[in-house]
């Protein structure tokens, strides 16, 4: 199992959230850790961790960078871990 750190700037918005973590479930993805943190300027910074099959991390990355109110993955960092 691989772990995915995501730091993403996103719009200000109480369902971006939601959104995320829905695209992660969909993905295949297990979120580990979300923290979301406004940063007054109509954007806030969205920490996230998640636990993905390695072959599914690419396409878990381009879904979640895709949806609209993701403007930007800041840092993408991946590490391979035993789960058990």
Same mark, same amino acid.
């Given at each position: 199992?691989l772990v ?5 700037v ?40 998640? /636990?993905v /099959?390695q ?8 879904r ?6 993701v403007r /930007? ?7 391979? /871990?035993?789960?058990?």
């Amino acid at each position: 199992m691989l772990v995915v750190h995501l730091d993403l700037v996103v719009s200000d918005r109480p369902d971006v959230p939601q959104r995320v973590m829905a695209t992660c479930c969909r993905r295949q993805g297990t979120i580990v850790a979300l923290t979301f943190t406004r940063r007054g300027d109509g954007t806030a910074l969205l920490k996230l961790t998640v /636990e993905v /099959e390695q072959r599914l991390r690419r396409g878990l990355i381009d879904r979640i960078a895709a949806l609209v109110d993701v403007r /930007e993955v800041v840092r993408d960092r991946a590490a391979l /871990e035993s789960v058990g």
